[in-house]
């Protein structure tokens, strides 16, 4: 505890706490600060967590991932924006931990989903298949084409996340994409 401006040692112990225990009894005995922050137990700073709406999410490796996201703490809107929460903390948003998926391109996120330690970040137009095996992540593919207009056109099976839009039908099995409507469907 403190007064006034110095620090003075408290002993804890079962009969009870006091200023003036004999500090070779048994217990606990502080004589300074303990050096751990909120920092150092969390990796993230206190005043950076946000709170906020989105329009899509999942969950993968105990981290959830949200896209399309409106931060209501500092007003500001970020459609390109894919913020990650500390493992097994899926309510924690923090301004630390984001990757911004080719900013100002004029194409909004509109689904996320998981599958084989990929996230897929489909926007309009484009697919981004991106790695988060390890603790961060990179883009291992942008496809042209492959985006979606809606949500309700992306769906995980157990052989892997399948979509359609304009341009066909397609199943991506955790490896590669493939189109399932070639040589099938006119266009």
Request: aromatic share 14%; hydrophobic share 35%; charged share 20%.
């Amino acid at each position: 505890y403190f007064t006034g401006r110095a620090a003075e040692w408290m002993a804890i112990t079962s009969e009870g706490t006091s200023a003036d225990v004999d500090p070779t009894a048994n217990g606990i005995s502080l004589f300074e600060l303990p050096s751990e922050s909120y920092y150092s137990l969390n990796g993230y700073k206190e005043n950076h967590l946000i709170d906020c709406k989105y329009s899509t999410a999942t969950v993968l490796n105990h981290s959830a991932y949200i896209g399309d996201i409106y931060d209501e703490t500092n007003a500001r809107y970020y459609g390109d924006r894919v913020i990650r929460t500390p493992k097994f903390k899926l309510d924690t948003f923090s301004t630390d931990f984001f990757v911004d998926i080719v900013p100002g391109d004029g194409d909004n996120i509109v689904k996320l989903e998981n599958y084989a330690d990929r996230l897929m970040v489909f926007k309009h137009n484009k697919l981004f298949i991106i790695n988060v095996s390890q603790e961060s992540m990179f883009i291992e593919q942008e496809l042209n084409g492959m985006g979606v207009a809606f949500p309700g056109q992306v769906a995980k099976t157990d052989y892997g996340i399948t979509w359609c839009n304009k341009n066909g039908a397609y199943i991506f099995n955790g490896t590669k994409v493939q189109n399932l409507t070639d040589n099938k469907i006119k266009t």
